[in-house]
């Protein structure tokens, strides 16, 4: 379904009765999209290992945390 913001403003109702019978509702401003709101899914166990960027600093041992970002930062003061 799509809806403009001024409907959303007017009258939500309309809009929270698309997403309670599962509709995905594509909010526009002006003729164009600028958000979606999709229903919530029951059960949908989010696992962050799955996402792409878990375990990207794995195999960094060498330093710690707070070392790699004062690593990070230092001189940054003076690029000014």
Same mark, same amino acid.
């Given at each position: /379904?799509?809806?403009?913001?001024? $409907?959303?403003?007017?009258? *939500?109702? !309309?809009? +929270?009765?698309?997403? #309670?019978? @599962?509709? &995905?509702? $594509? +909010? $526009? %401003? %002006? =003729?164009?999209?600028?958000? %979606?709101?999709? *229903?919530? %899914? #029951? ?5 962050? @290992?799955?996402? *792409?960027?878990? =375990? /990207?600093?794995?195999? &960094? ?5 707070? &070392?790699?970002? @004062? #690593?990070?930062? !230092? =001189? ?5």
């Amino acid at each position: /379904m799509k809806s403009s913001l001024v $409907t959303l403003r007017r009258s *939500p109702a !309309k809009i +929270l009765n698309a997403i #309670e019978a @599962r509709q &995905e509702v $594509t +909010l $526009t %401003r %002006r =003729g164009k999209s600028i958000a %979606r709101i999709v *229903p919530y %899914r #029951e059960g949908a166990a989010h696992d962050l @290992r799955q996402q *792409p960027a878990f =375990g /990207m600093w794995a195999d &960094e041992q060498a330093q710690s945390v707070a &070392e790699q970002v @004062r #690593e990070l930062r !230092k =001189g940054r003061s003076l690029d000014l």
